[in-house]
């Protein structure tokens, strides 16, 4: 029990008690103990001060979690995140962190997870917080578990053992030990997991951590139900339920229940486990767990049927083996498939709200190195080439939808309402991956709603409206379909700009004629005659020594103030001595900020995006470095997941919370990322001390 403090409170004469830590309250949540939790709270709530204040949103965070209410979870880490970082408490963000990846992890965004991971254990090694960083690889081992890799997760494991027996921890020592024990049980390896768990539970016991007893002795059942010990399985599950029970844990109860239904059925005592895997059923339904909630029920279903003697047909027979003997792995798809169909039903029916005018980058690296044989990073990121969404005037337009562009949007809380038009500026992959994903959605939306069905406006280069035309010229969920040529401006109806394309320099598929750069000049709302601004995309093109270059040389006749983003493309070997052909690459982009010099018309916002995802560790060099070579530090800024745009005035605004949410200020300086992949803009009221 936790030793008293007494503080001398002058005033009235009385003794006080200090407020429990938040890591003496966290052990309370892990515990089920939520009535002292509570109270521990309130009384760690009351005292003044950042720290405290952002320690309850954490501890709040907590409770949501072992709860399994991830989203309120996630939303108290991220505030408490916040609060962290304001008071510069590297220990606070690290376990802020390692609790979002945890949370991210459990609802499948399996990417981002991995990223809070990875900055948790940097904060950690900042602040010299060893638990952190213990905390923080266990959570990126439990990560590379997902991904299958193996090698990776064994190393992160030993690497976090290590570090609890180095300084005591005792429960990071507990916890890192059954998590060996479900990798090697999950490799076959019985008799290593069975000496993981062997090491794990008397920890767990000595320190009272009565969730981490039980489930060990969980997974304990089910490895000796693998090797035949059927008593052994058994035992193991009953003394599991009843510690679940003790500590109101539900969901822990019905997985219990569930293996203890298994144990039952091959020790051929049917009727007393269809009892259990019908209470099992129960309790996952109580629990909003339906996917395990039907495997139960389909198992009991399966042995009734054997009690009656009633004949199985073979296929029935096969699907009940099959989901008998695989139900983690097929529990796991199971709830994989039913989020990612929760979410695509979100994205479709989201409703857009009064959009803010704004270029958003909903684009991470460019995606056509990963297309091509060859060693890739490893993780999902690089499949995320994404793009940019465009919104003014009520109107949203998707540009150069690459792959990867809807899930970035989705994950930044838009939806398809937010898409009323693609744009397109050439025919390659990591520019028009996602059209047909958005064209298939807007149909599928349309067959949902036939009293309000929605149009999808294109417009299209050359080659992609003659991949196109075939399907769009008699589909009726197209609205506009426009052919984008070089010189000859269009004016989309019900839209209040105009796109005025270039030729650019850029072999596509359809050859070296049709890619193109497109200005978008904004129109003002009430007065169309009257434009207020131009956003520029170069797209991909080569530069050229000659001055042929169509857009750049047209931007001082554009309207003014102006955003011209600009691709790299990649940093190249042919960079030091001269251009790359179809890409600016890091000489051309370089060249690109002296030619706006020398015409005197230096945008009022110069982003350089699509970077390859080679480039990851020098992104913020690049841009800092090409900004410095013309002293325009403050017009530069990089394209990268997030990065808003604010129009008509083109200021950067302000990035404090990150992708997806972002400040609604513009900001007024920047500074590089921790890992260098970014610069990070923030607003006067985020630059505390400043």
């Not at 000496?195 to 981490?212: C, K, M, N, T, V």
């Not at 005037?393 to 937010?418: E, S």
Request: charge should be negative.
């Amino acid at each position: 029990m936790r030793a008293m403090f007494w503080l001398l409170n002058s005033r009235v004469g009385r003794k006080t008690p200090m407020p429990m830590s938040r890591r003496e309250i966290a052990r309370l949540i892990r515990n089920s103990q939520r009535e002292d939790a509570g109270k521990a709270i309130s009384e760690l709530a009351a005292q003044r001060g950042p720290g405290p204040a952002a320690d309850v949103l954490w501890l709040r965070g907590q409770t949501a979690y072992h709860e399994n209410r991830y989203d309120e979870a996630l939303e108290n880490y991220r505030r408490a995140l916040d609060m962290y970082r304001d008071a510069k408490d590297q220990e606070g963000q690290s376990d802020a962190l390692c609790a979002m990846s945890d949370a991210l992890r459990r609802t499948d965004q399996t990417e981002e997870a991995r990223e809070q991971a990875e900055q948790a254990l940097e904060a950690a090694g900042a602040a010299g917080y060893q638990q952190g960083e213990g905390n923080a690889l266990r959570a990126l081992g439990d990560l590379r578990l997902r991904t299958d890799d193996l090698a990776g997760v064994q190393q992160a494991y030993d690497q976090a053992l290590a570090l609890s027996r180095e300084i005591g921890d005792r429960l990071g020592e507990a916890n890192t030990l059954k998590a060996l024990g479900d990798l090697r049980r999950r490799t076959a390896d019985l008799a290593g997991a069975q000496q993981a768990y062997d090491q794990a539970l008397p920890l767990f016991r000595e320190i009272g951590s009565r969730p981490g007893e039980a489930n060990t002795l969980r997974s304990l059942g089910d490895l000796r139900l693998r090797t035949g010990d059927l008593a052994g399985a058994q035992q193991a599950c009953d003394q599991a339920l009843g510690l679940y029970r003790e500590i109101g844990d539900r969901l822990g109860e019905a997985n219990a229940q569930y293996l203890l239904g298994r144990c039952l059925q091959e020790l051929g005592k049917h009727k007393a486990a269809i009892k259990a895997l019908r209470q099992a059923q129960q309790l996952y339904q109580e629990a909003g767990a339906d996917t395990w909630a039907s495997i139960a029920s389909n198992a009991a279903r399966a042995l009734e049927a054997t009690l009656r003697r009633e004949p199985v047909k073979p296929a029935q027979s096969a699907v009940d083996d099959f989901f008998g003997h695989t139900s983690d792995q097929v529990a796991a798809l199971l709830e994989k498939i039913r989020r990612s169909d929760e979410r695509r039903e979100q994205f479709l029916q989201r409703q857009k709200d009064e959009p803010a005018n704004a270029l958003i980058f909903a684009r991470q690296w460019n995606s056509w190195q990963p297309l091509v044989p060859g060693e890739a990073p490893s993780g999902e990121e690089e499949l995320r080439g994404g793009g940019y969404l465009l919104r003014w005037a009520g109107k949203g337009v998707a540009v150069d939808p690459g792959p990867g562009f809807l899930d970035l949007l989705c994950d930044g809380g838009f939806g398809l309402a937010d898409v009323d038009a693609v744009l397109v500026t050439h025919h390659h992959i990591d520019h028009v991956a996602d059209l047909p994903r958005i064209l298939t959605l807007v149909h599928e939306y349309n067959e949902q709603h036939t009293d309000a069905k929605r149009r999808l406006d294109l417009f299209l280069s050359p080659s992609v409206v003659q991949a196109y035309a075939p399907i769009c010229a008699t589909s009726q969920d197209v609205g506009q379909f426009a052919r984008l040529l070089g010189g000859d401006p269009l004016v989309p109806d019900g839209y209040s700009i105009e796109i005025e394309p270039f030729h650019a320099h850029h072999e596509e598929l359809g050859g070296a004629r049709h890619a193109l750069s497109v200005a978008v000049k904004l129109k003002d709302p009430e007065n169309p005659h009257d434009y207020v601004g131009t956003v520029a995309f170069m797209g991909d093109t080569g530069w050229r020594e000659s001055g042929n270059m169509p857009l750049v040389e047209g931007l001082p006749q554009l309207p003014q103030p102006l955003c011209l983003v600009a691709h790299l493309g990649s940093v190249y070997p042919t960079d030091t001595d001269s251009f790359h052909a179809n890409h600016l690459g890091y000489r051309g982009a370089a060249a690109l900020l002296s030619r706006l010099k020398e015409l005197n018309c230096f945008p009022a916002r110069l982003v350089i995006s699509e970077f390859g995802i080679e480039c990851k560790p020098l992104v913020s060099a690049i841009v800092t470095q090409l900004a410095d070579s013309v002293k325009e530090r403050d017009r530069v800024c990089d394209g990268t997941l997030g990065r808003t745009i604010l129009l008509p005035d083109m200021q950067v605004a302000c990035d404090e919370r990150g992708w997806p949410a972002v400040c609604c200020h513009a900001s007024v300086k920047s500074r590089i990322s921790d890992n260098r992949s970014s610069l990070i803009f923030r607003c006067e009221d985020h630059w505390p001390g400043d």
